[in-house]
């Protein structure tokens, strides 16, 4: 069995930074996608950043320039900087992985940042 745990939220001012991480364990063949996606209160998850086992990383636009994602082996990160009070919701991982003959979406639990204004 695969599982994703996350670590970094917390309390911040606006402008400050917060790093978020992921890790995955368990019977890992390989892993493609590693995603970061958030909720707002009261609004849909919506995807923040994707970064493929090629290297190619994509941004939503609201965060471009602000936060950064990365990898290596089977943890992603999400270096989050000059935050905003819209950015407050809570993250989850998701990682796409092969674990038996097929890759699968794995989920994290998620972990709550909120940005005071």
């Known amino acids: 069995q695969v599982q994703l745990v996350e670590s970094g939220g917390g309390l911040v001012q606006a402008g400050g930074s917060l790093r978020l991480s992921c890790v995955a364990s368990g019977r890992i063949v390989s892993i493609s996608a590693m995603n970061w996606h958030r909720q707002a209160p009261g609004k849909q998850r919506e995807l923040v950043a994707t970064?493929?086992?090629?290297?190619n990383i994509v941004y939503a636009d609201s965060v471009k320039g602000r936060f950064t994602i990365s990898r290596a082996k089977n943890t992603v990160s999400l270096e989050m900087n000059r935050l905003k009070p819209e950015d407050t919701g809570i993250y989850y991982c998701?990682?796409?992985?092969?674990?038996?003959?097929?890759?699968?979406?794995?989920w994290g639990q998620g972990t709550r940042v909120t940005v005071s204004s």
């Open positions: 970064i493929f086992d090629s290297g």
């Open positions: 998701n990682q796409r992985i092969l674990s038996g003959i097929s890759y699968s979406d794995y």
